[in-house]
């Protein structure tokens, strides 16, 4: 299995020789354009050997002055870029970035700032050159081999990968990991007891201002004040900690192989819903320009809003899922019962408060839709029965989510194009399909299908 992963002297040294060709071709053309390109270097898995035989990106990085504007590191960052690069195509991070080919590998030409204090960059890519020295100062061939190692584990599982449509293990956290336990098994051995959150540093030694949802902490090794692990998940890393013991448990080469990509079709989805005796409703967003590490935050934000309005109307939530598409943006909600009664119990106030009054003009006068009472409970509390004016989830959706905080950039109150619809009724997509399967086919991908 490790040969099967592991580059060849001979690839290395090819890789090596695409890396130095880079490097003259842009500052070749800096030379010619007299551009203040302080610094160009490859890092990342490229630069340092720990790529996967049959997974090589190249990250090509643009160093500029601190002192140059964010507009001018821009244009100089994507002319450079573009010279270089055949069918460079235009992409955002914090900044926009060209992806293109080079000598036949996939290589994103980033710019950043070339600073001399990583603890005070000045874009999110400028502690990359400090990264890499680290790591090259301190890895040894048995490590390196360990990483790849775990790198094919972690994507086994799905979860390697640190951008926000993943949530997962960032390549330089997997290698900071492998430092500090030295082999996989090391590493799954400690893994299979961990507790979230997880803390791979010593106490008092966290970073400041943790989010209460911190799954992993481990402090940056050239900025303590950084944690490197800001972007896995609870849900990933306790997928991780499950991961582990059941690999220890029964060790195979299976666990290192690459998942069949999984697919639920609408046909298959609705049989599906049919056999559980539950109701899924669709909420279709038309979908903002956002790259995705902005989209995906704001999106899961979206689904867990729905999903809460949907318990406060009344029904009985099962399971949510989202998903992104080229042109919308999904919601699923799974609920017990796609109808709610024709009345729902409303509290009052106890006997002897002041606004009892109020309460019993309010739901006495003409008109009021009271089904039944006021009356007085059990417990002494007065208590109304209300008429439910809209009883389906797609109408009592329709009417709520324009009202709903759905994230910065998604605003369906603004927007006429949004759709509710139960899932019958809604096209389907790639990215519906993708949705559905995160619906209705959860299970621990080592258990296999159903």
């Known amino acids: 299995m490790r040969e099967r992963i592991t580059p060849t002297p001979e690839e290395l040294a090819h890789v090596a020789h695409v890396r130095a060709d880079l490097v003259r071709a842009v500052q070749h053309v800096a030379e010619g354009r007299h551009s203040p390109l302080v610094r160009a ?75 001399s204090d990583p603890a005070k960059p000045l874009s999110a890519v400028d502690r990359t050159p400090f990264h890499d020295e680290f790591l090259r100062a301190h890895q040894t061939p048995s490590i390196v081999s360990e990483v790849r190692l775990t790198k094919l584990f972690l994507r086994s599982l799905g979860i390697y990968g640190s951008e926000a449509r993943k949530e997962g293990f960032s390549g330089y956290l997997v290698e900071l990991v492998l430092l500090q336990f030295g082999t996989l098994h090391a590493l799954l051995e400690a893994a299979r007891v961990w507790r979230i959150p997880v803390r791979l540093c010593p106490p008092g030694q966290e970073p400041p201002r943790l989010p209460p949802d911190v799954a992993l902490i481990l402090p940056d090794a050239v900025d303590p004040n950084r944690n ?89 939530v099962v399971g949510s899922a989202c998903a992104a598409g080229p042109n919308a943006l999904l919601v699923l909600i799974e609920v017990a019962h796609g109808r709610l009664s024709g009345v729902r119990v409303q509290d009052g106030p106890p006997a002897g408060l002041d606004r009892v009054g109020s309460f019993l003009e309010k739901w006495t006068a003409p008109g009021a839709p009271a089904s039944q009472g006021p009356y007085v409970r059990e417990d002494g509390r007065l208590g109304i029965e209300v008429r439910r004016t809209e009883r389906d989830l797609e109408a009592v959706l329709s009417s709520t989510i324009p009202r709903l905080s759905l994230g910065k950039d998604i605003s369906p109150a603004a927007n006429e194009r949004t759709q509710v619809r139960a899932l019958a009724d809604q096209p389907e997509t790639p990215e519906l399909d993708g949705a559905l399967v995160e619906l209705l086919g959860k299970r621990l991908p080592w258990l296999g299908p159903h």
């Open 228 to 316: 490197v692990a800001s972007a896995l998940s609870r849900r990933n890393l306790a997928l991780f900690i499950l991961g582990a013991a059941a690999y220890l448990a029964h060790p195979s080469e299976e666990w290192f192989e690459l998942p069949t990509p999984r697919r639920l079709s609408l046909a298959e989805a609705l049989a599906g819903v049919a056999r559980r005796g539950t109701h899924v409703a669709v909420v279709e967003v038309p979908r903002p320009t956002l790259v995705d590490d902005t989209l995906y935050p704001q999106l899961r934000k979206a689904e867990r809003a729905i999903a809460e309005e949907t318990v406060r109307a009344g029904f009985e």
């Open 41 to 115: 270097l490859v890092a990342g898995s490229a630069a340092r050997g720990t790529f996967l035989r049959d997974r090589l990106d190249i990250d090509f990085f643009l160093l500029f002055p601190p002192e140059l504007p964010r507009a001018k590191l821009e244009e100089e960052g994507l002319a450079l870029a573009g010279a270089i690069l055949t069918n460079p195509e235009r992409k955002y991070a914090e900044h926009p970035y060209l992806r293109g080919k080079f000598q036949g590998y996939v290589v994103d030409v980033v710019p950043g700032y070339s600073i």
